[in-house]
């Protein structure tokens, strides 16, 4: 089966503080779910405004990719009722401040060897 690199570059962090979890996904089956995830990372966020991660050995297919700033480092998405108070982030980065995008919304072919993601940080 052949594989691929996956370059994510975040873009529109404001705080250099804190961890930003990335979450790449397979299947709308399990798109958002807290452990439905291809491939999940916590990575600590050094760098403003702008860090790149990248998910190494990715077999070819269609993936979506998700990802908040956990700016306290709490280890969870904090939300002021049910807006969230943390930053997050969508592939293809698609408009979606009153609900979660879809799958098929975020979704994008890996089958090259390397794709590169830019995801842009939206704040509420």
Known sequence: ?????????IKN???A?????????DSD???LEATGQYRMD?????D?????????????????????????GNGKMDFRTWIPKEPYGFSNN?????SKPSFKKCTF????????????LHYW
Do not use: R
């Open 94 to 98: 698609p408009k979606s401040k009153w």
């Open 1 to 9: 089966m052949s594989q691929s690199t996956v370059k994510v570059i």
């Open 48 to 72: 403003a405004p702008e860090m790149i991660y990248v998910f190494e050995n990715v077999e070819h297919g269609t993936y979506g990719f998700s990802l908040y700033h956990d700016e306290n």
């Open 29 to 31: 089956k399990y798109w």
């Open 13 to 15: 962090i404001q705080k």
């Open 17 to 25: 503080e804190g961890k930003i979890e990335v979450g790449l996904y």
């Open 42 to 46: 916590i990575i600590d966020c050094t």
């Open 109 to 120: 072919e890996v089958n090259q060897p390397e794709v590169v993601i830019e995801v842009n």
